[in-house]
């Protein structure tokens, strides 16, 4: 086994589609082929107050596709403690302010006529930076990090990337007592010891950001690997307006899992037909640096196959 580990990190907020099976499908894959170590972790910090039920159904999709992990699965709002250890250091770091403002209201003084955009953000942190004694830091709050905004140049294992613009600074704690995504990620991340990022590339800005925080941590960024994205045939994220692409959907439906699979073969330039294929196939067959960079579109032509077992 090398020491290498990924993991997936579905949130239960919705129900899994079809784009989510071709990025933990090929997050899998890419892990069992190199041998890696590959976590389960819901990230149940957001989403319905009952999650209990969607993150069940969740696993019950994953392992219905053949996809399997190492360990217990995880729970991302157990580890809360963690993510407030580290808004802690960024605090004492000067590196973070709690700030009452909406974005909206960031935006209009950032946008004002006088001064550049480096000084009105200054003066966002400035009127609230440091007017707290730092040994009582109240949570209840937002609290942004001041991030370095800059145009970053990222490296990725998958996509071509564009220079990416960090313009504002961001949340990392929400008034709800809780760390924003960008924050308990990265915590998360780090403690678990994750050396890979597979994900898709709708986060690839969010890598940007992630950056900033693993540095103003002291922590070794893990190495990024953004995935094409599924479409619907308007080259827009799949909706409900693109009709029904939840795999919940198909397996009730019948539809047998080495069909989706199939198709996402055919994405990942695998097979060049439609065929069913199993997990086993699917990870053996795949080369890795032959998954494509661009986004899929998932056509109707596609789905009627799906359906035509
Ligand atoms: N939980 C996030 C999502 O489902 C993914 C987080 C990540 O991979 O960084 O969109």
New binding site residues.
């Given amino acids: 086994m090398t020491s290498r580990r990924t993991?997936?990190?579905?949130?239960p907020?919705g129900a899994l589609h079809i784009g989510?099976a071709s990025s933990f499908l090929i997050n899998w894959a890419i892990a069992r082929k190199y041998d890696w170590e590959i976590l389960l972790?819901m990230?149940d910090l957001d989403g319905p107050r009952k999650k209990g039920e969607t993150i069940q159904t969740s696993i019950d999709i994953l392992t219905w596709l053949g996809i399997d992990w190492d360990g217990e699965m995880i729970l991302?709002s157990e580890g809360i403690q963690h993510s407030r250890d580290a808004l802690k250091s960024l605090i004492n770091q000067n590196l973070a302010y709690h700030c009452e403002l909406t974005r909206k209201e960031i935006d209009a003084v950032a946008s004002a006529p006088h001064g550049t955009a480096k000084q009105r953000n200054n003066s966002i942190r400035q009127n609230n930076i440091h007017k707290h004694n730092k040994q009582e830091v109240p949570l209840c709050t937002n609290w942004r990090f001041t991030a370095s905004h800059c145009s970053m140049q990222l490296e990725d294992m998958c996509c071509t990337t564009s220079p990416q613009i960090v313009e504002s600074d961001f949340v990392i704690w929400t008034k709800s007592n809780s760390p924003s995504?960008q924050l308990a990620?990265v915590v998360d991340?780090h403690r678990q010891g994750i050396t890979d990022?597979?994900?898709?590339n709708?986060?690839f800005h969010?890598a940007a950001l992630?950056s900033q925080l693993y540095e103003a941590l002291g922590w070794n960024i893990p190495t990024w690997w953004h995935l094409p994205l599924v479409l619907g045939a308007d080259k827009k994220r799949l909706a409900k307006r693109h009709g029904d692409s939840r795999l919940e959907t198909f397996r009730n439906e019948g539809i047998p899992p080495e069909r989706i699979i199939g198709l996402i073969a055919t994405w990942c330039n695998i097979q060049d037909n439609l065929t069913p294929m199993n997990a086993i196939t699917f990870c053996k067959e795949l080369d890795v640096p032959s998954i494509p960079k661009k986004n899929k579109i998932f056509t109707q032509k596609e789905k009627q196959w799906l359906f035509d077992f």
């Fill in positions: 993991r997936l990190a579905p949130s907020t989510n972790r990230e991302q995504y990620v991340d990022v597979i994900r898709g709708d986060l969010s992630q």
